[in-house]
């Protein structure tokens, strides 16, 4: 059974930055693709980034230049680094993964962007 448990989050003031991790229990490379979602209390869940197996990144429009996907196979961890946060960057943060037909969620790690 896949796990992905994300880990990082927290409470940072505006323009700060915080940098998630995703851990995966077996090898990230057998992932066709893995993402951040986010889910904003009252709103559904959204996309926030993507990278492909090949390495390829996409990114929500409104959020690139800020947040920035990568991931580390070695450590089967795929990060998403957040900078000049704001208060609508406020949300839980899930990590994604696809193999195959197949698609696992973490629990999710709570990030709180205020003063």
């Known amino acids: 059974q896949v796990q992905l448990v994300e880990s990082g989050g927290g409470l940072v003031q505006p323009g700060g930055s915080l940098r998630l991790a995703c851990a995966a229990s077996g090898s990230i490379s057998s992932f066709n693709d893995m993402g951040w979602y986010r889910q904003a209390p009252g709103k559904e869940r959204e996309f926030v980034a993507l990278?492909?197996?090949?390495?390829?990144?996409n990114y929500a429009g409104s959020l690139k230049g800020r947040f920035t996907i990568s991931r580390d196979i070695a450590k089967n961890t795929v990060y998403l680094q957040m900078n000049s946060l704001e208060p609508e960057d406020t949300a839980v943060y899930y990590c994604?993964?696809?193999?195959?037909?197949?698609?696992?969620w973490g629990k999710g790690t709570q990030v709180t962007v205020s003063s």
């Open positions: 990278i492909f197996r090949s390495g390829t990144t």
């Open positions: 994604n993964g696809v193999i195959g037909a197949g698609q696992y």
